[in-house]
């Protein structure tokens, strides 16, 4: 993956698949520690699949035994010196409070770091595919945050949708605008 | 800076619009984007038919879709056209240029771009 955009926007397909209602993703920057930690409430993992999670050969896909997802965005954190860690909690075990949460953590100084890119762009095909979940985005610098709350912006457009083109235009230019202003 | 206010105009301008919305599809146009097709160029892709479909005011009759692996991943990024009555398309190796090709020629036109179409490798 070119940037961490994607691998967002790859992992957050994960918490889409497991039945989340909320996701949660939120970026912390703070000197030489970025840290992208992405939560769901969907069904959860059981814990050795969770064990296992990190393997290329422990997939969720039907139309091959290869997942890379998880792999390539750990991989993205562990060549910066950073690690990346997965906590879950199955619906069968924990039916009131079940979920996902992904935890990436990079040294953005170093050489290997890969930038975030097109965060707007990740977030609008997110909202696009999926406009009936709850999206959550911050990210905190230490000159300022930006944020996005799907559930404010469906309280301003009533009964236009989430994922109406126009829309859709103005979430991509409300994020890159909050971006510029930092 | 962008205001919720410019929101809430948007909304205003939209409501008349929003029944027209509905009802639509004719014409279906998936994204495939699981991890194989993002590394491979998904997101631009998705972005242009969605871009593409708005400037040609097509959004009452063909709605833009995501899936997940479709099971060529040495194909993508790969996008499927459903049509009533007709065979599915599938799209191999797509790029933005492609995409706002496939809506000319094919989705208006009525045409299906042979040599972008998997059956074509």
Known sequence: MKELSLNILDIAQNSIKAGADTIKIELTESGNRFEIRITDNGCGMKEDFVRNVTDPFTTTRTTRKVGLGIPLFKLAAEQTGGKLTISSKHESEHPQDHGTVVTAVFDPTHMDFTPLGDIASTLTILIQGSPDIHWIYTHSKDNGSVSLDTDELKAVLGDVPLDTFEVLAWIGNYIKEQYSGL | ?121
């Open chain 2, 1 to 121: 800076m962008k205001s919720l206010a410019e929101l809430a105009a948007i909304r205003e301008k939209m409501q008349g619009k929003v029944v027209l919305r509905e009802g639509s599809g004719d014409i279906r146009v998936v994204v495939g984007m699981a991890t194989c097709g993002i590394a491979a160029g998904a997101r631009p892709v998705l972005n242009a038919f969605v871009e593409e479909i708005n400037n040609r005011d097509l959004a009452g009759k063909v709605t833009v879709s995501q899936t997940g692996c479709i099971g060529i991943c040495q194909f993508e990024p790969v996008v499927e056209v459903f049509e009533a009555d007709k065979e599915k398309v599938t799209y191999v190796k797509m790029t933005p240029d492609k995409a706002k090709e496939v809506i000319e020629k094919h989705i208006i036109g009525g045409k299906v771009i042979e040599e972008y179409t998997v059956s074509n490798i």
